[in-house]
C-alpha cells in the first residue's frame, strides 16, 4: 500500500473543472450535475452527501469511469480521461477504482475467496491469485471465512467480502455507494472503520451516504444539492 502522507504531498488525484452531466430523456433534460469544480487529493476520506437526485452517484459513476460527463474535464493523475476509449475506461477500472455497493453484489453460489478473487481475474492478472485474495479477506477480518458463501454470512460479513473484492487490486480510490444503507449501526461502524484504516494506508476513499453519522467520520463533507456543489466542509 502507498504511504498517505507522501501522496497527499504529491498534489491532486482527482480534478473535475466546470463538469456537467446532462440526461435527456424525451423533451426534458435532466442536469444531474451542473459546473461542478473539485479537487481531491491522493489519500482524501471523503463524504458525498445530499438529498436523493443531488448528483451524488452520478458524481460517483463518473468518477468510477461508469459513465462520462456531457462536457467539463475530468483529470485523473493528470490525465484528462474524459476523453478515453471504452477500452481505457474498462482498465481504470479493474486497475485504479475499487467499488463498493449497497446490496453488496456478490455471487450468491460463489465461494467468499472466489468472489475477492474476479477483479484479478478480469484485469488478466496471473500466478498467486489465490493468495491475493486470502490476503485481502484477512485485511477485513474474514480469513477465517474465505470459503462461505454469501448465504452463510451476515450482513455486515457480506460487505467486508465486497470490500475486499474492491482492494484486492491495490486500487487509488475505493468508491462506496451507501455501503451501510443495509447493516445495523455496529456493523456500519465496523465497516467504517475499515475504509478509515485503508485511508491511514494511502488509498482514497469516498462515501456516498445520506447518514450524518457515517458522513461524520470523514474528515470531508461534499454536499450537492440540484447537481451543485452547494459546500465543501473539512473537519
Given at each position: 500500500m502507498r504511504n498517505n502522507e507522501e501522496n497527499i504531498a504529491d498534489g491532486s488525484f482527482i480534478e473535475l473543472i466546470k463538469l456537467n452531466k446532462f440526461y435527456h430523456m424525451g423533451e426534458y433534460t435532466v442536469e444531474a450535475l451542473k459546473d461542478v469544480d473539485l479537487t481531491i487529493r491522493h489519500g482524501e476520506m471523503v463524504a458525498v452527501m445530499g438529498p436523493s437526485g443531488s448528483g451524488k452517484s452520478t458524481l460517483m459513476n463518473i468518477l468510477g469511469c461508469l459513465d462520462r460527463p456531457t462536457s467539463g474535464s475530468y483529470l485523473l493523475n493528470g490525465e484528462d480521461v474524459s476523453t478515453f476509449t471504452d477500452n481505457q475506461f474498462a482498465q481504470i477500472r479493474n486497475r485504479t477504482a475499487g467499488f463498493v455497493f449497497q446490496n453488496f453484489n456478490l455471487l450468491a453460489r460463489t465461494q467468499a475467496v472466489?468472489?475477492?478473487?474476479?477483479?484479478?481475474?478480469?484485469?488478466?492478472?496471473?500466478?498467486?491469485?489465490?493468495?491475493?485474495?486470502?490476503?485481502?479477506?484477512?485485511?477485513?477480518?474474514?480469513?477465517?471465512?474465505?470459503?462461505?458463501?454469501?448465504?452463510?454470512?451476515?450482513?455486515?460479513?457480506?460487505?467486508?467480502?465486497?470490500?475486499?473484492?474492491?482492494?484486492?487490486?491495490?486500487?487509488?480510490?475505493?468508491l462506496a455507494d451507501e455501503p451501510t444503507g443495509n447493516l445495523d449501526t455496529k456493523a456500519g461502524d465496523e465497516i467504517m472503520e475499515i475504509f478509515a484504516d485503508l485511508h491511514k494506508r494511502g488509498t482514497a476513499v469516498i462515501v456516498v451516504t445520506h447518514d450524518p453519522d457515517i458522513g461524520s467520520r470523514c474528515p470531508r463533507v461534499l454536499r450537492f444539492r440540484d447537481g451543485m456543489l452547494v459546500s465543501d466542509e473539512k473537519r
Open positions: 472466489e468472489n475477492v478473487a474476479l477483479p484479478l481475474l478480469y484485469s488478466g492478472a496471473r500466478g498467486n491469485v489465490r493468495e491475493r485474495a486470502l490476503e485481502a479477506l484477512e485485511m477485513v477480518g474474514l480469513g477465517d471465512r474465505w470459503h462461505h458463501k454469501p448465504n452463510e454470512l451476515s450482513g455486515g460479513q457480506l460487505q467486508r467480502v465486497a470490500i475486499a473484492r474492491a482492494i484486492v487490486n491495490d486500487p487509488e480510490i475505493i
